[in-house]
T-cell receptor, first 117, second 110 residues
């Protein structure tokens, strides 16, 4: 089965530094997402992206966050100046064109564990 | 807006016990419903799903039935194994978004 790929699997950074988390969604997918999970807490929606623009974002996704699809394959999440509370597992997800119920399945990557020191 | 509420954990069971993890939802339309599982040290994996009322999703001995009248999607398994120890997330999707419950940690003891 095709899969969403995330790199790196673990990223350690100093507070105040910029980080870029990388994702390669499944090639024919059109909708892209970032979620995060702080250790021991629930999975939180950050942002959804379609047609080269943000379609929805949560209150967590403030000016420190940005997303980009720089080419036809990558989908990145950038945190400009990391804070301690940004430490979490970040999940990328993608899904195909909607319109068919069987296409509503989100395909998740295995996550990037971000540790801010 | 859409939301999902699931049973708080942790849940601890003995091997071969019956499992139920409750999940209820609030949605304006007719969402699809999912259960995801996160094994220790791994990412989220889709366990099962149901796309319309009265559908039953099943996988690896787990089942959940989409109940529109009670807005529920409870996860069940007749006989759990130690390898089922994980965190289970109920979720809903309305074509453009996915919302997750808080997760229920299941520990199965031999």
């Amino acid at each position: 089965e095709p899969e969403v790929t995330q790199t790196p699997s673990h990223q350690v950074t100093q507070m105040g530094q910029e980080v870029i988390l990388r994702c390669v969604p499944i090639s024919n997918h059109l909708y892209f997402y970032w979620y995060r999970q702080i250790l021991g807490q629930k999975v939180e929606f950050l942002v959804s992206f379609y047609n080269n623009e943000i379609s929805e974002k949560s209150e967590i996704f403030d000016d420190q966050f940005s997303v980009e699809r720089p080419d036809g394959s990558n989908f990145t999440l950038k945190i400009r100046s990391t804070k301690l509370e940004d430490s979490a597992m970040y999940f990328c997800a993608s899904r195909p064109r909607t319109g068919k119920t069987e296409n509503e399945k989100l395909f998740f990557g295995s996550g990037t564990q971000l540790s801010v020191l | 807006g859409n939301s999902v509420t699931q049973m708080e954990g942790p849940v601890t069971l003995s091997e071969e016990a019956f499992l139920t993890i409750n999940c209820t939802y609030t949605a304006t339309g007719y969402p699809s419903l999912f259960w995801y599982v996160q094994y220790p040290g791994e990412g989220l994996q889709l366990l099962l799903k149901a796309t319309k009322a009265d559908d039953k999703g099943s996988n690896k001995g787990f089942e959940a039935t989409y109940r529109k009248e009670t807005t529920s999607f409870h996860l069940e398994k007749g006989s759990v194994q130690v390898s089922d120890s994980a965190v289970y997330f109920c979720a809903l999707s309305d074509h453009l978004d996915m919302r997750f419950g808080a997760g229920t940690r299941l520990t199965v003891k031999p």
